[in-house]
């Protein structure tokens, strides 16, 4: 099982931009899909973005466009770019690993500890 560990989430004005990081402890060069969700206050935990290892990627609707991910295998490392944020991103971030199947369904077993970015003025 590999682990993951998130970081670059922050506090934001309305339109500004960040960078997630999510590293994994091992290679992940065999994992077929890695995955952002994301967790509001009293709302449940929704995929944000995914990339598979042939660089095939999915995106919730309403950051399409403004959300970009990607992966560096090289660097058992996968990127979240985000800009034009609103407030309705405001969320705890997670990162998630495994197959495409278990993955975007949330249903993997391995998760980073979250990263919490909040955007107010």
């Known amino acids: 099982q590999v682990q993951l560990a998130e970081s670059g989430g922050g506090l934001v004005q309305p339109g500004g931009s960040l960078r997630l990081s999510c590293v994994a402890s091992k290679s992940i060069s065999s994992i077929n899909t890695m995955a952002w969700f994301r967790q509001a206050p009293g709302k449940q935990r929704e995929l944000v973005a995914a990339i598979t290892n042939a660089g095939h990627t999915n995106y919730l609707p309403s950051v399409l466009g403004r959300f970009t991910v990607t992966r560096d295998d090289a660097t058992n490392a996968m990127y979240l770019e985000m800009s034009g944020l609103k407030p309705e991103d405001t969320a705890v971030y997670y990162c998630?690993?495994?197959?495409?199947?278990?993955?975007?369904?949330?249903?993997?077993?391995?998760w980073g500890q979250g990263t919490q970015v909040t955007v107010s003025s």
């Open positions: 998630t690993a495994g197959p495409w199947s278990l993955a975007v369904y949330g249903k993997s077993d391995s």
